[in-house]
């Protein structure tokens, strides 16, 4: 069974401010997801990314998959409020541990 | 994307009894999946469920205290026997659609909005 570590797992930073979260794997990913989770909610699919080296942008949230397609990056710009929750990555149904992110206003 | 609803949203057992969760699914999918997580934490496969066939368990997840049924390509349902304090978790039904990006084929997995279930 493939592993997923995710880091940091907990990250608390001041709205405005901007971080990447990471997902790594000793074995290649067919393909990765991102999903983002509020509490009482289901996860909710960010993106997937296929080929290594791929870039994908969603509003202020850019998404790496390496060029080895073991790694894979969340960078969030100017972070806001609004981006508070469980950030996981997930292949093939295994998903990492999770990074809990608090904005704080 | 696909959509999913679960039922119920979240309930309240007495230890001893047994909960059925039911969850569908806006279209056919290729592959249902159950999950469960405490919060705060990620997720946890429970089993993989096949329609027309048993469900395929993950290990330490076993079919008499979580039976499974997919009776089609919709819908599928999850009962916890046998309930105990430490079955107190939230359950997630999951489904697996095919996607493309350019030449290449994947599968995305969208979930339900879950199951908080207490039991006391």
């Known amino acids: 069974t493939q592993l997923l570590e995710q880091s940091p797992q907990f990250l608390s930073i001041q709205e405005g401010e901007n971080l990447t979260v990471y997902c790594n794997s000793s074995s290649v990913f067919s393909s990765l997801q991102w999903y983002r989770q509020e509490p009482g909610e289901g996860p909710v699919l960010l993106v997937t990314?296929?080929?290594?080296?791929e870039v994908k942008k969603l509003k202020r949230l850019t998404f790496q998959f390496g060029d080895a397609r073991k790694d894979s990056s969340l960078h969030i710009t100017a972070a806001q409020t609004g981006d508070t929750g469980l950030y996981l990555c997930a292949s093939l149904g295994v998903f990492g541990q999770g990074t809990r992110l608090t904005i704080n206003p | 994307s696909a959509v999913i609803s679960q039922k119920p949203s979240r309930d309240i057992c007495q230890r001893g009894t047994s909960l059925t969760i039911q969850c569908q699914v806006d279209?056919?999918?290729?592959?249902m999946f159950w999950y469960r997580q405490q919060p705060g934490q990620s997720l946890t496969l429970i089993a993989t469920a096949n329609q027309g066939s048993e469900a395929t368990y993950e290990s330490g997840f076993v079919i008499d205290k979580f039976p499974i049924s997919r009776p089609n390509l919709t819908f599928s349902t999850l009962t916890v026997s046998n309930m105990s304090p430490e079955d107190s978790s939230i359950y997630l039904c999951?489904?697996?659609?095919?996607?493309?990006?350019?030449?290449?084929?994947?599968?995305?997995?969208?979930f339900g909005p879950g199951t908080r279930l207490t039991v006391l």
């Open positions: 990314v296929v080929t290594g080296g």
């Open positions: 999951s489904a697996l659609r095919a996607g493309t990006s350019g030449p290449s084929s994947y599968n995305e997995q969208f």
């Open positions: 279209s056919q999918v290729t592959m």
